[in-house]
């Protein structure tokens, strides 16, 4: 009978030290992601713009929002004018109706921040091929393809300009294909503290 007690005890143990662990190693992993949040935003563009905050250091502030939108081409095809609801956020809704129509705008990432920010890996919501047959949508960071890695200083910007074209030389097919479609399109830059 003794034996059985000290085996069950040892299992006991055992499952009270696993669990320690399980426990101990939570916690690394949570204060590891709490730490990396701590570091980083990013802008994200969705037929709307995104910048999403995380947690801020103690000693300053890391400020990376949207400025200054400008529409440049199309502002006639909008349902809702294209705005910066919040310092985080552009809001647009077009309606297109005639092959050969553009809605363009131009919008400023602003660093306002006390810390420098680079771009990390940016997304763009890709067309099918479909969509592709019957639609453009670029988005360009000051003329360019936005790419990693780019330095944004404190109280410095970057333009960034969204267009979306109804394409002029399509197919009777093409045009049966993009009617009465909605889209969502999206774009993310994500911006970290250097």
């Not at 005639?98 to 131009?106: A, K, N, S």
Request: hydrophobic share 35%; proline share 5%; glycine share 4%.
């Amino acid at each position: 009978m003794a034996k059985v007690n000290s085996k069950k005890e040892t299992e006991t143990k055992k499952t009270t030290n696993n669990k320690k662990t399980l426990l101990l190693i939570l916690i690394i992993v949570l204060c590891l992601s709490i730490g990396y949040a701590a570091l980083t935003e990013k802008l994200s563009i969705i037929g709307d713009i995104w910048i999403l905050h995380k947690e801020l250091p103690p000693q300053g502030e890391f400020d990376v929002h949207w400025e200054n939108i400008n529409v440049t081409k199309g502002s006639n095809l909008q349902v809702s004018p294209a705005v910066i609801s919040a310092p985080d956020q552009v809001n647009y809704s077009i309606h297109f109706n005639t092959p050969g129509q553009v809605f363009e705008f131009t919008v400023d990432a602003v660093n306002k921040g006390d810390y420098d920010a680079v771009s990390t890996n940016a997304t763009k919501s890709p067309l099918t091929a479909e969509q592709s047959r019957y639609l453009t949508y670029t988005v360009l960071e000051e003329g360019a393809e936005p790419t990693a890695g780019k330095s944004l200083p404190v109280n410095d910007s970057v333009t960034y300009k969204v267009r979306v074209e109804f394409k002029r030389d399509i197919t009777e097919e093409d045009l049966d294909l993009a009617s009465n479609k909605t889209l969502d399109l999206s774009f993310l830059i994500p911006y970290e503290q250097v």
